[in-house]
């Protein structure tokens, strides 16, 4: 269970990064007839909140454990 979760986490990080690039081609072009760079913007900042919650309650859950000590 904890495998999938973190696939999960990755493929969610790897559409961020998508999403991120764009928006900047979406920048770069400056088309009014294209949707604006908010739209894929917003979706990074879903997505982020999507990951953030999904880890806390995987945590709370038991699912995934973080490390007791920082080294």
Partial sequence: MAFAIKII???CLLFMVFSL???LFIL???DP???SMS???GRRVMIS???IILML???LTGIITPHP???
Avoid: E, L, T
């Fill in 9 to 11: 986490i990755i493929g």
């Fill in 21 to 23: 690039f764009q928006a």
């Fill in 28 to 30: 770069n072009r400056n």
């Fill in 33 to 35: 007839s294209k949707p």
């Fill in 39 to 41: 739209k894929f913007i």
């Fill in 49 to 51: 909140a999507f990951i």
């Fill in 57 to 59: 309650v995987a945590i």
């Fill in 69 to 71: 000590r920082p080294f």
